[in-house]
């Protein structure tokens, strides 16, 4: 799933959970449960790849995806910290996954082999793009709601 949707889904737990611990790993473990829907994620093979040449696109992408969140909540929500925190906490998920893959290690590999093989399964089934991109956009459209409920 593109990051937009994970850290509006984090901000949004965030948003509604006051208490400030339970919304932190909702928002984390709330990652692992939108992953588990068929999505499409976007190329960053470059950077696991460190063909640092080649990266900007890969890092454009993901600056993009921060950053457009970033104002949706600043937009959307009552910019509490701790949504900011959770929207935060949402990307971990993933930065864990680039980071194995750039510094490979036991726990990082396992984390990676657990949400690349376990939890993303459905991205190894034959599923129609549209399918794929309209969970993001439900899961978009419903945080984004979510975060005006204040």
Same mark, same amino acid.
């Given at each position: 799933m593109i990051l937009?949707?994970?850290?509006?889904?984090g901000a949004a737990t965030g948003s509604i959970i006051k208490n400030p611990i339970l919304a932190i790993i909702l928002a984390l473990?709330?990652?692992?449960?939108?992953d588990l829907f068929p999505h499409v994620?976007?190329?960053?093979d470059n950077l696991k790849n460190k063909d640092w040449k080649k990266s900007l696109p890969d890092i454009s992408k993901i600056s993009l995806? !921060?950053?457009?969140? =970033?104002? $949706?909540?600043?937009?959307f929500s009552s910019n509490d910290l701790l949504v900011y925190i959770c929207a935060i906490v949402?990307?971990?998920?993933?930065?864990?996954?680039?980071i194995s893959k750039l510094f490979p290690n036991k726990l990082f590999s396992w984390h990676d082999y657990?949400?690349?093989?376990?939890i993303h399964f459905l991205?190894?089934?034959?599923?129609?793009?549209?399918?794929?991109?309209?969970?993001?956009l !439900?899961?978009?459209? =419903?945080? $984004?709601?979510l975060l005006t409920l204040r």
């Open positions: 937009l949707a994970h850290m509006l889904f473990f709330g990652h692992y449960f939108l994620d976007y190329s960053v995806d !921060i950053f457009s969140a =970033l104002l $949706i909540i600043f937009l949402a990307l971990i998920p993933d930065s864990m996954t680039l657990v949400h690349t093989q376990k991205k190894y089934k034959k599923i129609s793009n549209f399918w794929r991109v309209l969970t993001q !439900i899961a978009i459209s =419903l945080s $984004i709601l």
